[in-house]
Protein backbone atom coordinates (compact mmCIF):
# COMPACT_ATOMS: atom_id res chain seq x y z
CA UNK A 1 0.00 0.00 0.00
CA UNK A 2 1.28 3.42 -0.65
CA UNK A 3 0.21 6.55 1.71
CA UNK A 4 0.33 9.67 0.43
CA UNK A 5 0.62 12.59 2.46
CA UNK A 6 -0.20 16.15 1.50
CA UNK A 7 0.39 19.69 2.44
CA UNK A 8 -0.18 23.13 1.66
CA UNK A 9 -3.07 24.18 1.32
CA UNK A 10 -5.13 26.98 2.89
CA UNK A 11 -7.23 30.33 2.46
CA UNK A 12 -5.73 32.57 -0.22
CA UNK A 13 -7.13 35.82 -2.23
CA UNK A 14 -7.82 35.35 -6.21
CA UNK A 15 -4.54 36.19 -7.76
CA UNK A 16 -2.40 35.08 -5.04
CA UNK A 17 -0.40 31.74 -5.06
CA UNK A 18 -0.31 28.39 -3.15
CA UNK A 19 1.78 25.64 -2.99
CA UNK A 20 0.74 21.88 -2.63
CA UNK A 21 3.17 18.97 -1.35
CA UNK A 22 2.58 15.63 -1.59
CA UNK A 23 4.83 13.33 -0.30
CA UNK A 24 4.72 9.32 -0.83
CA UNK A 25 5.11 6.00 1.99
CA UNK A 26 5.22 2.47 1.89
CA UNK A 27 6.04 0.41 -1.31
CA UNK A 28 7.16 3.31 -3.27
CA UNK A 29 8.73 1.29 -5.82
CA UNK A 30 7.44 0.96 -9.37
CA UNK A 31 5.18 4.46 -9.25
CA UNK A 32 4.32 5.22 -12.63
CA UNK A 33 2.44 8.29 -12.17
CA UNK A 34 1.41 10.82 -9.55
CA UNK A 35 -0.87 14.10 -9.70
CA UNK A 36 -3.46 16.00 -8.59
CA UNK A 37 -7.04 15.69 -8.87
CA UNK A 38 -9.91 18.34 -6.93
CA UNK A 39 -13.33 18.34 -5.78
CA UNK A 40 -15.48 21.26 -5.90
CA UNK A 41 -19.03 20.99 -3.29
CA UNK A 42 -21.47 19.60 -5.57
CA UNK A 43 -18.96 18.17 -8.30
CA UNK A 44 -17.47 15.02 -9.46
CA UNK A 45 -13.52 14.63 -8.67
CA UNK A 46 -11.21 16.20 -11.79
CA UNK A 47 -8.08 15.92 -12.76
CA UNK A 48 -5.76 18.94 -12.06
CA UNK A 49 -2.65 18.09 -13.43
CA UNK A 50 -0.06 14.64 -13.17
CA UNK A 51 3.26 13.31 -13.97
CA UNK A 52 4.92 10.18 -15.15
CA UNK A 53 7.40 9.60 -12.81
CA UNK A 54 10.04 8.29 -14.94
CA UNK A 55 9.94 10.72 -18.08
CA UNK A 56 8.38 13.99 -16.56
CA UNK A 57 5.09 14.19 -19.33
CA UNK A 58 2.41 15.81 -17.63
CA UNK A 59 -0.67 16.18 -18.81
CA UNK A 60 -2.65 19.32 -17.61
CA UNK A 61 -6.56 20.47 -17.27
CA UNK A 62 -7.27 23.30 -19.61
CA UNK A 63 -8.53 25.12 -16.55
CA UNK A 64 -5.15 25.71 -14.65
CA UNK A 65 -3.13 25.63 -17.95
CA UNK A 66 -0.32 28.66 -17.50
CA UNK A 67 -1.57 28.53 -14.06
CA UNK A 68 -0.18 25.59 -12.63
CA UNK A 69 3.04 23.65 -12.97
CA UNK A 70 3.62 20.04 -11.18
CA UNK A 71 6.91 19.27 -10.18
CA UNK A 72 8.47 16.02 -8.59
CA UNK A 73 11.54 14.80 -6.93
CA UNK A 74 12.27 11.44 -7.75
CA UNK A 75 14.82 10.85 -5.08
CA UNK A 76 12.75 12.04 -2.13
CA UNK A 77 9.19 10.69 -3.52
CA UNK A 78 7.22 14.03 -3.54
CA UNK A 79 5.04 16.15 -6.21
CA UNK A 80 4.58 19.96 -5.49
CA UNK A 81 1.78 21.65 -7.27
CA UNK A 82 2.35 25.26 -7.86
CA UNK A 83 -0.92 27.24 -7.98
CA UNK A 84 -0.44 30.62 -9.53
CA UNK A 85 -3.14 33.48 -10.05
CA UNK A 86 -5.36 31.79 -7.92
CA UNK A 87 -9.34 32.18 -9.00
CA UNK A 88 -12.19 31.44 -6.64
CA UNK A 89 -13.59 28.43 -9.18
CA UNK A 90 -10.08 26.99 -8.23
CA UNK A 91 -11.20 26.62 -4.68
CA UNK A 92 -11.62 22.77 -3.80
CA UNK A 93 -10.30 19.86 -2.09
CA UNK A 94 -7.17 18.96 -3.45
CA UNK A 95 -6.16 15.13 -3.38
CA UNK A 96 -2.81 13.68 -4.36
CA UNK A 97 -3.03 10.66 -6.62
CA UNK A 98 -0.43 7.51 -7.15
CA UNK A 99 -0.49 5.01 -9.37
CA UNK A 100 1.26 1.91 -9.31
CA UNK A 101 0.96 -1.19 -11.21
CA UNK A 102 -2.62 -1.47 -11.41
CA UNK A 103 -3.67 0.06 -7.79
CA UNK A 104 -4.60 4.07 -7.50
CA UNK A 105 -4.11 5.39 -4.20
CA UNK A 106 -5.33 8.74 -2.98
CA UNK A 107 -4.24 10.82 0.00
CA UNK A 108 -6.65 12.44 2.05
CA UNK A 109 -7.17 15.72 0.88
CA UNK A 110 -6.41 19.44 1.38
CA UNK A 111 -8.55 22.11 1.54
CA UNK A 112 -7.60 25.10 -0.84
CA UNK A 113 -10.38 28.11 -0.60
CA UNK A 114 -10.04 31.14 -2.91
CA UNK A 115 -11.64 34.24 -1.36
CA UNK A 116 -11.62 37.88 -0.98
Known amino acids: QVQLVESGGGLVQPGESLRLSCAAF????????MGWYRQAPGKQRELVET????????NKADSVKGRFTISRDNAKNTVALQMNSLKPEDTAVYYC?????????WGQGTQVTVSS
Open 26 to 33: RSIFSIYA
Open 51 to 58: IITSSGTT
Open 97 to 105: NAVRRVSTY
